[in-house]
């Protein structure tokens, strides 16, 4: 496969791949398959009561019962910051969800932001720190940001 970069993004590619210490190709190459696997990614969350998920270890938690929803990465906003769209299943297939579904379903993480924390596949703990509903093409889904809880 072979592509061209039009040449004004030509100094900005090379210093973002000399950053990293890799070659321009070698970026790019990550780039690409980066974007593809967060694709065709979920990632299994739980939600736990903030005080539940600061107490003790979430992990036993998460091993005991099924994920509460599941999320699709957006973009990773920061290091200790990532944008996702919670996912819900339907018949089968994941939707996303709307801001107007969670409030009719009077869901307690979304009417209560501050009283819950989301506990991702693996342990990590995560708060909300703000939620949007977004169109990016595929009609209107909530998009969250969630920031990484320090240990």
């Given at each position: 496969m072979q592509f061209r970069i039009p040449r004004a993004y030509g100094p900005r590619l090379k210093a973002a791949a000399e950053g990293v210490g890799i070659s321009a190709t070698a970026w790019v190459r990550q780039l690409i398959i980066r974007q593809l696997d967060r694709d065709n990614t979920t990632v299994q969350a739980w939600t736990l009561p903030a005080g539940v998920a600061k107490r003790h270890a979430p992990v036993r938690e998460i091993q005991t019962h099924p994920p509460?929803?599941?999320?699709?990465?957006?973009?990773?906003?920061?290091?200790?910051?990532?944008?996702?769209?919670?996912?819900?299943?339907?018949?089968?297939?994941?939707?996303?969800?709307?801001?107007?579904?969670?409030?009719?379903?009077?869901?307690?993480?979304?009417?209560?932001?501050?009283?819950?924390?989301?506990?991702?596949?693996?342990?990590?703990?995560?708060?909300?720190?703000?939620?949007?509903?977004?169109?990016?093409g595929d009609g209107p889904a909530l998009e969250m940001t969630l920031e990484l809880e320090r240990a």
């Open positions: 509460d929803l599941f999320l699709s990465p957006v973009e990773q906003t920061a290091p200790t910051e990532r944008t996702f769209r919670p996912l819900q299943r339907i018949e089968g297939t994941m939707k996303p969800w709307s801001m107007g579904a969670l409030r009719a379903h009077d869901v307690a993480w979304f009417t209560n932001p501050q009283g819950y924390r989301f506990v991702l596949a693996g342990g990590s703990v995560w708060g909300l720190v703000v939620a949007l509903e977004m169109d990016r």
